[in-house]
């Protein structure tokens, strides 16, 4: 069982650009958290989805920032015009029904030049 | 509200030397657990967790930790470190309040030195 998928692993963003990050869940998960990283901080918690549903995303800021987990295919965390306080890195955690243990991808670290 | 507190954002130890790293958590309901270890631009790796039963409880690597309710900590411990340890280690509390929110602390580096 190939764990949680993330890519790209590094991303480059001029400032106003868009960023794509992609998260594939592990097999049978139907739960996704996004968190991100800022450096030097530990990881904080932006969006939950599961399939077709966001159920929190109190952490997102409120602009610039989507989420989705789509029936088919990977969850994607899509940030528009990107500002330089965007650097981070982002992780995405599945688990699957009636489970606690939360499994982490290695991440996208996303620059915004 | 819940949150995590690692008050040592750095711990410096020798190799084969013993290692304490301190995690308190603040929470008015049932908590769940965890400490995760993440190597230089890897992702998080659970090395245990504590949902119920015993408070002392055992993770890989060697590692283990005991959960200690009245003090609200619970804190990662090794007996002797290997220089292969050296990494960034977080503690997390899981909310259950209608769905799982998982709460980091800052993180502790240790730095395992020969």
């Known amino acids: 069982n190939a764990g949680v998928m993330q890519n790209p692993r590094h991303l480059v963003r001029r400032r106003g650009q868009e960023a794509r990050l992609r998260c594939s869940p592990m097999?049978?998960?139907?739960?996704v958290y996004w968190y991100r990283q800022l450096p030097e901080e530990g990881l904080k918690f932006m969006v939950y989805l599961q399939k077709e549903n966001i159920i929190d995303e109190s952490g997102m800021p409120k602009e610039r920032f989507s989420a989705e987990f789509p029936k088919e295919g990977p969850s994607i965390l899509r940030i528009q015009q990107v500002v330089r306080g965007d650097s981070a890195a982002y992780f995405c955690?599945?688990?699957?029904?009636?489970?606690?243990?939360?499994?982490f991808g290695p991440g996208t670290r996303l620059t915004v030049t | 509200a819940q949150s995590v507190t690692q008050l040592d954002s750095q711990v410096p130890v020798f190799e084969e030397a013993p290692v304490e790293l301190r995690c308190n958590y603040s929470s008015s309901v049932s908590v769940y657990l965890f400490w995760y270890v993440q190597y230089p631009n890897q992702g998080l790796q659970l090395l245990l967790k504590y949902l119920s039963g015993s408070t002392l409880v055992k993770g890989i690597n060697g590692f283990e930790a005991e959960f200690n309710k009245s003090q609200t900590s619970f804190h990662l411990r090794k007996p002797s470190v290997h220089i292969s340890d050296t990494a960034e280690y977080f503690c997390?509390?899981?909310?259950?309040?209608?769905?799982?929110?998982?709460?980091f602390g800052t993180g502790t580096r240790l730095l395992v030195s020969p």
């Open positions: 097999k049978g998960h139907s739960h």
């Open positions: 997390a509390a899981l909310m259950n309040t209608g769905f799982q929110k998982l709460v």
């Open positions: 955690a599945s688990f699957p029904d009636g489970a606690y243990e939360q499994y």
